[in-house]
């Protein structure tokens, strides 16, 4: 009953897209074909994920759903958003170093930093500024799509010149109509008392599931948001980040660790390091006729053993690994899974299988890698795929490290010429040449399996001695509850005070009262 539910939800929804398209298509472009970017309505009418999230956002109404899509549409013509490069944008707006992505929070959300005082109200370069906003939107949504952000106002040090209400109500409208479903939540620190009347006006303009995103923090309590190695020192964390331009500073990926240690470098003698601890994963893809052409006829008995012994070891290796149920379907791979990797702290939660598979009619190179390279082993890390081929790559948590949602991991696949073959010199030489055009990228997050129930069981399975990463957890949820019950104490000894100085100037204005009454009395 419950999977005959879950269908006719799934056709409903299905169905209510191709309304949407058919009725955009019929009320919206037909007399205004110049109005949207060709490339955004081409995407319309095949992202399936794109009109589900507005229709999402507007709740399945469809109507509505259809003014969101025309105005973010034009939108994205009037900035030219498809086309914003570094080079299209003023070199100042990076410089300045007021907006940009960098760390995760809590939940794994990548972090959106405004730094509010490094804003100034100016007329003339608003339109810049929103053209960089823009650009980082933009960015990160083809990187990661469907992945939310979080939104970080630094307000410290800041004052009356740097409130700008335009650039606000712009920053509010490209997650509550360019980019729906993008936010997750809005940290608001270190608020400046003179801009409560501001913010006022600006939760007018939120609707209210906006306004329950917003979170109000300070020093003492933004560590329940995000952890203090995405903090810097200033905020009481430990990320000794600073912002500096060029490069861009969001690309954090780097090559991950493998049995043989970490790969810091394309060389030749990495090369074929990295080959062979392929080799056996890449003719697990080949069938067996194939492999045995591949071996000299001479010694076919020996091949035959050789291939059991390589398929035995391929078996060890992806024993207990989690097999993917999605897949993300590429120009050049099909990836599996589509969006993330799954880790516990059970023996049997530690590795998970990413299955890459070649719809190409040539070789494709790929390589992985990610924002740890310390926790995990990747194998292979780096190889290539055959035509019509898989090649099955184990993820597995390394040591006693446990896995983060801040965790990422970065598949890069680049299809090869004809005549290139697949060794490992012509592929380290390969890296090097390839344009960055011709590289297709697909991004993986991490999934932590633990539940609140699994975490009480295993604290009651531990001694209050030995300190572990649940006892942690409990410690971190119970500061948070501290935190809530310090702020709540604030705000009653201010309520408190208020009343005393109401009383006070009650008493006064009464005292004023009589004396009035009692001048009048006896003249």
Not at 26 to 38: A, H, M, N, T
Request: glycine fraction near 4%; aromatic fraction near 10%.
């Amino acid at each position: 009953m419950a999977d005959a539910g879950q269908l006719e939800a799934e056709q409903d929804i299905y169905s209510k897209i191709q309304e949407t398209r058919q009725r955009f298509k019929d009320e919206y472009i037909q007399d205004s074909s110049d109005k949207y970017d060709s490339r955004d309505v081409e995407r319309l009418f095949k992202d399936d994920a794109l009109v589900e999230c507005y229709l999402t956002w507007r709740l399945f109404v469809v109507e509505d759903a259809l003014k969101m899509i025309d105005e973010s549409f034009q939108w994205r013509k009037e900035y030219t958003v498809n086309d914003l490069t570094e080079n299209s944008i003023p070199r100042w707006t990076f410089e300045t170093g007021a907006v940009y992505l960098h760390g995760y929070d809590k939940e794994g959300h990548k972090l959106f930093w405004f730094k509010v005082k490094l804003h100034v109200k100016d007329p003339k370069t608003i339109l810049d500024k929103k053209k960089y906003v823009a650009f980082w939107l933009e960015r990160y949504a083809k990187r990661e799509p469907g992945t939310p952000l979080t939104v970080v106002f630094d307000m410290s040090e800041s004052g009356i010149s740097n409130i700008d209400m335009d650039f606000v109500k712009y920053i509010i409208s490209c997650f509550k109509v360019y980019y729906p479903k993008f936010l997750s939540k809005m940290i608001m620190y270190e608020m400046p008392w003179i801009m409560n009347a501001a913010w006022k006006i600006v939760k007018t303009w939120l609707g209210p599931e906006a306004i329950s995103k917003l979170k109000f923090v300070s020093k003492s309590d933004i560590q329940t948001y995000i952890s203090p190695e995405h903090l810097p020192p200033q905020m009481g964390g430990m990320d000794q980040f600073k912002y500096s331009y060029p490069p861009l500073p969001d690309d954090d990926f780097q090559s991950p660790i493998c049995e043989n240690g970490p790969i810091v470098s394309e060389d030749e003698s990495e090369a074929k390091e990295a080959e062979s601890e392929c080799r056996d994963s890449l003719e697990s893809s080949f069938n067996t006729e194939h492999g045995i052409r591949l071996k000299k006829v001479n010694f076919m008995e020996d091949v035959a053993k050789q291939d059991d012994v390589d398929r035995a070891d391929i078996s060890n290796r992806q024993k207990g690994a989690r097999r993917p149920l999605t897949t993300f379907k590429g120009t050049l791979l099909h990836v599996s899974p589509s969006e993330e990797l799954s880790f516990g702290s059970r023996d049997t939660e530690r590795k998970c299988l990413v299955i890459l598979h070649n719809v190409t009619k040539n070789h494709v190179a790929f390589k992985v890698r990610t924002t740890a390279p310390e926790k995990y082993r990747v194998k292979p890390s780096s190889s290539s795929c055959e035509t019509g081929a898989n090649v099955d790559i184990v993820v597995s948590l390394h040591g006693g490290y446990q896995a983060s949602p801040q965790d990422r991991f970065l598949v890069m696949a680049a299809e090869m010429e004809a005549n290139v073959s697949a060794g490992s010199l012509d592929l380290a030489q390969f890296w090097k040449e390839v344009p960055k055009a011709k590289i297709m990228e697909h991004r993986l997050r991490c999934h932590i399996l633990e539940s609140p129930k699994s975490i009480l069981s295993n604290l009651s399975d531990t001694s209050l001695g030995t300190p572990t990463t649940d006892t942690q957890d409990l410690h971190m949820t119970l500061m948070r509850v501290m935190a809530s019950n310090s702020r709540l104490e604030q705000k009653v000894d201010m309520c408190l005070w208020l009343q005393k100085v109401l009383l006070l100037l009650a008493s006064v204005l009464l005292a004023f009262s009589f004396s009035t009454i009692y001048l009048l009395w006896t003249s």
